[in-house]
């Protein structure tokens, strides 16, 4: 397994594969579990050549002391990578991807309006740029992302659209600890407690599948946000049921064939988001 610091070195590498190599890429900001594998497993099995980003991108997060709590383990994400038979990790510095300040402006109508884009500003411009970026070095054949950051995925595939970027976008299947909490590199910093707490999360997103069929949307949300808030360690950001493709909050089931139930809260200082296809 070869690791590139620097974006010449990453391309010396590319320009010696044979033409029309498939390239699986998995962007990553590290720490990773068991859900950042099950991509590069995908990867594994779709692609002549898998790479891997780790960069922890300090322009997505809104919120300094989250992006200097963000947790790193390069030795370990290394080792794991290694055993997954990862052909490439690029790890760049923070100079390496931003020699100057970005100024890229991006806008995806709508999407980037509600939830995560209404609560994080600046957030998924700061997303859309290192993708970008990162497309244009690693120019992968197909690329990879979990459905947990679902709002994210939407965003990517219109980036992808917006910039006539030809790669394969895929979404892969949440994957969750044994008790439903769903795996991110954020639970690490959850106390024992809270770590007790949090596969609420998930118990409460199979009820309001349960509760769909006998309630109307605005009701099943009304129910699962004040289950949520009942316990004091949670303060809910956001319980919403939106239109899967256009991700527009729905008033009623009738609004839409395809709808996906979104939660974001905190837990202590933590902040989690969790998701489930309703029908
Ligand atoms: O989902 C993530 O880990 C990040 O948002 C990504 C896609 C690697 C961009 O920094």
Redesign the pocket.
Known sequence: MKVFKKTHDFQSWHEKLPQKSKIGFV???GFLHDGHLSLVKEARAKNDFVVV?I?V?PI?FNNREDLQNYPRNEEKDLQLLEEHRVDVVFMPSVEEMYPEPAKEIYSFPHIDQVMEGALRPGHFNG?AV??SRLFKIVKPTSAY?GKK?YQ?LLLIKELVKECSFDIEIVGMPIVREKDGLAMSSRNARLSAEEREIAPVIYKVLKQAKQLLEDFDVEEVCEKCSAMLSENEKIKLEYFIIADAETLKPLKSKKDALHAIAFVALWLGNVRLIDNIELF
Do not use: A, E, L, Y
């Open positions: 962007p990553t900001m980003s960069f991108n997505q997303v290192v993708v992302f950051d994210q």
